[in-house]
């Protein structure tokens, strides 16, 4: 799976694509959020201008090319947890159930749609893409999350909603607080460190939720070789990407997005 950095209009984009299935994470670049949101801000829960963000969004679909689908499109209710929700039709009774189901809390959104865009937004969080056959996963992976294996849980999930293996599904992490950034509590190091064979309690505070994800995607089955993780650094690119650490926890949200046209 390649990545790569590309401008589409005022927006810049980390993007991949896997037959009709394309995703991105975003850049903080090129919206119309004023400070302290400035500028391609994402989230809505933030206090940022409701107006500002869905123009913010709506930029971000045209440059993926789901701008059509608009009004398709699904953004969860983030609470940190382990749920995984999956919609596989596109039809106003289907989208209106996994509406209420996000809602209610959702950190994965599992789709076999094409036409249904998905939105899922960060500060620091580990983002995670996965894409198979037929279908794709948008992950909400934080620390809470990451502890429970929420990505492996999705990959469970799309490898049955797709009717695939978990080893033809590709994952690719997004821009997150890194390993050598993100210190933590010495009990959370303790508990991850009893959960994920290869995290040293004893080596210090920095937690690297990355490995920990890794791990998980790949003891739900995806091939080592099939995971793409280019360590983009919210905080030491903070003029690339938000950071609630970096910016006092006054800021905006980037996103992963994916989408599957018709055809």
Known sequence: MELRRAQHDTVTLVEGKRGPIRF???????GVSKAPYASLNLGTHVGDDPEAVAENRRRVLAALGAEEDRAHLIVPNQV?????????????????????????????IVCTA??????????????????APGGFAVIHSGWKGTFSGIAGAAVRVLAE??????????????PHILGDEYEVSVELMERFAS???????????????SYAIR?????????????????????REND????????????????????????
């Open 24 to 30: 991105a994470f975003t850049e903080r670049t090129g």
């Open 80 to 108: 940190h947890g382990d749920t995984v929700v999956a919609i596989d039709s596109d039809t106003d009774e289907k989208l209106a159930w996994v509406r209420d189901r996000a809602l209610e809390g959702a950190d994965a």
């Open 114 to 131: 094409p036409g249904v865009p998905v939105l899922l937004c960060f500060a620091d969080c580990v983002p995670v893409v996965l894409t």
């Open 161 to 174: 909603a797709a009717g695939c293996a978990a080893h033809e599904i590709d994952a690719v992490i997004g």
């Open 195 to 209: 959960r994920f064979p290869g995290i040293d309690a004893g080596a210090g505070r920095l937690l690297d939720l």
């Open 215 to 235: 791990a998980s995607l790949v003891d739900a089955g995806v091939e080592a070789r099939r995971i793409v993780d280019p360590q983009l650094s919210t905080m």
């Open 240 to 263: 690339r990407f938000f950071s609630y650490r970096a910016e006092g926890g006054v800021c905006g949200r980037h996103g992963a997005v994916a989408y599957m046209a018709r055809g």
